[in-house]
Nanobody, 119 residues
């Protein structure tokens, strides 16, 4: 089971990007999913989280600008990022609680995708 993130890139301040994260492999269920980010020299921080029934939470720094969503049928999560700021520059990672076919729940990290916002 793995998570694959995509959609990062270079954008000017004020612009938008949409990140995607797809769970693949032999799995039974995906519970909570989340986006984290890590800027150079900083700790990894939670950006947004979404439960299996769509309850969302956001970091204060992105409220009103970012929207997290998911497609349970496709085991895919999205992060729509708008009004991007240079401070949003970071590597973005997806994370999820996944029950693989083996039956034991696991917390899985995807490889990061770089988001760079130029001023």
């Amino acid at each position: 089971v793995q998570l694959q993130a995509s959609g990062g890139g270079l954008v000017q301040a004020g612009g938008s990007l949409r990140l995607s994260c797809a769970a693949s492999g032999s799995l039974i269920s995906v519970n909570n999913m989340a986006w984290y980010r890590q800027a150079p020299g900083k700790h990894r921080e939670l950006v947004a989280r979404i439960t299996s029934v769509g309850v969302t939470t956001y970091a204060d720094s992105v409220k009103g600008r970012f929207t997290i969503s998911r497609d349970n049928a496709e085991n895919t999560m999205y992060l729509q990022m708008s009004t991007l700021e240079p401070g949003d520059t970071a590597v973005y990672y997806c994370n999820a609680d996944i029950q693989p076919s083996s039956g034991t729940w696991a917390n899985v990290w995807g490889e990061g995708t770089q988001v760079t916002v130029s001023s």
